[in-house]
Each structure stands twice: as structure tokens, then as C-alpha cells.
């Protein structure tokens, strides 16, 4: 069964509010988490229609196990107010929404101002200014917060940078923004990779997210959907070794050991601790299927 303690965000594809085969082809892919957008991916002209378009599709598509995440216009704009406020009245006419995600958030007193207007959702925000990088830790400790994601499009924006295939100019914002994810145990979700044509690019950006921590990638086409479940979900190797790794830490335990040996290196409480984990992702993903 999946909850919002185990669910498994490999792949979470933004799809503009306002495209509506869009909207309803995505009921049949292979994502775990959807980011419904009303922000940047819809033109000024249909800002307002999008609104409309999207409480019907959430309404009405079913959209399974997969996590439904509303990006909202930000509230300095002319759209902000009533998008949260129709999201919120939707939530309360019983359309199943689970979170809303707030742009350009840059203090802890942006996520408040959500909340003032309501607090039917849970709070995802988008890391994508400088101001942001810096004031990460204190966003991630907002009590309604419950995840992040990587706007590395706005961030490279801000920043002046150039695009690299290693992604050096983006590394001290997105090792700020782990940091404080992982101190406050929240989801965070690497940005997108703009190319959707350049698989072996995806898969290296992918590849270098997980490493770093990341629990997913955000996505904009179906085609890269492959490529993010299989990165970011444990190997048919890992869960291999977590299962040996629990078998010999227990057979040790049992001989009144704290230390096991599996494959020439040691086996701590610690080792333990993350082959659970590896495990229990494994399990949640499977539930996905
Ligand atoms: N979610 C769901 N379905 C999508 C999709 C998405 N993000 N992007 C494309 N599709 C669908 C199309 O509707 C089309 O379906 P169909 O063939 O059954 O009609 C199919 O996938 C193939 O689409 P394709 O023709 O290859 O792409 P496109 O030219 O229509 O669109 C983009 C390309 C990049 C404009 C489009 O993928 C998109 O809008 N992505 C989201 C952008 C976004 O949200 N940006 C904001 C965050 S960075
Ligand atoms: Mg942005």
C-alpha cells in the first residue's frame, strides 16, 4: 500500500494544466508523481482557462497511486491568489490532491503566506533562487513543508551560468538544498533535463543525482520516463546484497556480535539501517506496478 511515508518519487513529470491530452494521457504512464503546473508551462492567455481544465481533469482522470501535485502561480503574481484558493476549494469538494508546489520560494515566510490563505495541503517548494539556496535550511524546517524540488532552469537563470554535462555551477545549490532536505527528512527532487531527446544525457544527470541523494528527477516528456524509474530505483544487485547484508548482520547478532562480514567488508548497525531502506523502496515500488 502506498502512503506519503513510502512513496517512491523516481519519476515526477510536470504537465501543463492547460493541455488536456496531455492531461489525460498521463492516467497510463509509468510516473510516480505528477506535477499538474499552472505556472510556467501555461501562457499568460490561458492562465485562467488552465485553472479550470485542470480541477476537471483532477476531477475526473484517475490517476492511481501516482502522487498529484499542483505548481501554483506565485503569489506576487495576478494569478497566485486564485490559483490557490481554486485548488484549495477543489480539496474541499473531495478532488484528491496531494500537495501544492510553491515557486520561487526564497524564505520560510513564503511558505506562510500559502498557508494563511489555506492549509488544506501539505507544501512542496520549488528551489530556484539564490535567496532560496541560501535560506534552504529554513525552508526545509517549515513544519507544512514536505517537499522540495530543483528548479535548475530559474536557478541557472539567476545564477548567469552556463550549461554543463557535469553540472559543476550548480552543485553548491543543489548540495545546499540536500543538506537541508535530508537534516529536516524531507522528499527532494532533482531538476529537469531540458534536452528530452538526449537519453545517454538524461541517464548521466539521472545517474549523478542518485548518487548525490536525490530521491527522484523531475521530468518534462514521457520518453524520459524509462530512463528516471530505472536510476533511481535500487538494482536487482542492491537489493541482492541488503538482503545478505540483513541475513548475516542477524546470524552475528545471534552469536552475540555487533559486526558481520558480507562480500570482504564489514557489516555495521548503520549498513543495516540503509539495506531496510533500499528494501522498503524496492517493496514500495512494486506496489506502484
Ligand atoms: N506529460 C504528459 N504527456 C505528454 C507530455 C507531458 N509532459 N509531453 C508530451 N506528452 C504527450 C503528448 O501529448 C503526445 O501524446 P499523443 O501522441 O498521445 O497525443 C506524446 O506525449 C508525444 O508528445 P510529443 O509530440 O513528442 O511532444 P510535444 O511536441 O507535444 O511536446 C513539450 C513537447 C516539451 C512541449 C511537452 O513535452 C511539454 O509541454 N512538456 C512539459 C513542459 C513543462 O511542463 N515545463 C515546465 C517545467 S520545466
Ligand atoms: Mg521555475
Redesign the pocket.
Known sequence: MINSANRPYRSV????GS?E???E??TG?ACDA??F?L???VAVDEKVNARETLVTALRDFDYGARARIV?VNGLDTEWGREDVLAIAAAVHAGVKIDALLIPKVSYKKDLDAVIDLTSALPLWAMMETAMGMLNAGDIASHPRLEGMVM?T?DLAKELQSRFRADRLPMQAGLGQCLLAAKAFGKVIVDG?Y?A?KDDAGLKAECDQGRDMGFDGK??????QLEIANAAFAPSEAEVDLAQRQIAAFDAAQAQGLGVAVVDGKIVENLHIVTARQILAKAEAIAAMA
Do not use: Q, S, W
Not at 513529470?13 to 501543463?16: A, C, F, Q, S
Not at 523531475?218 to 520518453?223: C, E, F, N, S
Open positions: 513529470l510536470y504537465i501543463p493541455k491530452r496531455a492531461l494521457k498521463a504512464l505528477i506535477i503546473d505556472e510556467d508551462a505548481r528548479g532552469n529537469v531540458n528530452f523531475t521530468l518534462i516528456h514521457p520518453a
